[in-house]
């Protein structure tokens, strides 16, 4: 079993920074595949940025690209997401979440995660 807890959220104005981090428990954590989903009031949860246990392996939602950066540190048991040039379409609730699966190949779709954070709220105002 895993927990996934987040934190780091919070508000922002436009084009500023802002890093949300995911601290797992379990001895396999650096076995897992992570990512990060997020989700806004009236949206379906979306794909934001992902990698694999072997750390070289990440992938991002084009929305996120060049901006958005994923890394984890295993000793830590820590997943973060820093944001940079943050716009209000970013607003949403960021969930981090893990496969127990071993992959090389980034999962990017909700039902190849097993576990889930309970989700730190992230407000970019203009």
């Known amino acids: 079993q895993v927990q996934l807890v987040e934190s780091g959220g919070g508000s922002v104005q436009v084009g500023g920074s802002l890093r949300v981090s995911c601290t797992a428990s379990?001895?396999?954590?650096?076995?897992?595949?992570m990512g990060w989903f997020r989700q806004s009031p009236g949206k379906e949860r979306e794909f934001v940025a992902g990698?694999?246990?072997?750390?070289?392996?990440?992938y991002y939602a084009d929305s996120v690209k060049g901006r958005f950066t994923i890394s984890r540190d295993n000793a830590k048991n820590t997943l973060n997401l820093q944001m940079n040039s943050l716009k209000p379409e970013d607003t949403a609730m960021y969930y981090c979440?893990?496969?127990?699966?071993?992959?090389?190949?980034?999962?990017?779709?909700?039902?190849?995660?097993?576990?889930w954070g309970q989700g730190t709220q992230v407000t970019v105002s203009s």
């Open positions: 990698i694999t246990w072997i750390a070289g392996n990440t």
């Open positions: 379990g001895r396999t954590f650096s076995r897992y595949a």
């Open positions: 979440a893990a496969d127990r699966t071993f992959t090389t190949v980034v999962p990017t779709t909700e039902m190849e995660y097993d576990y």
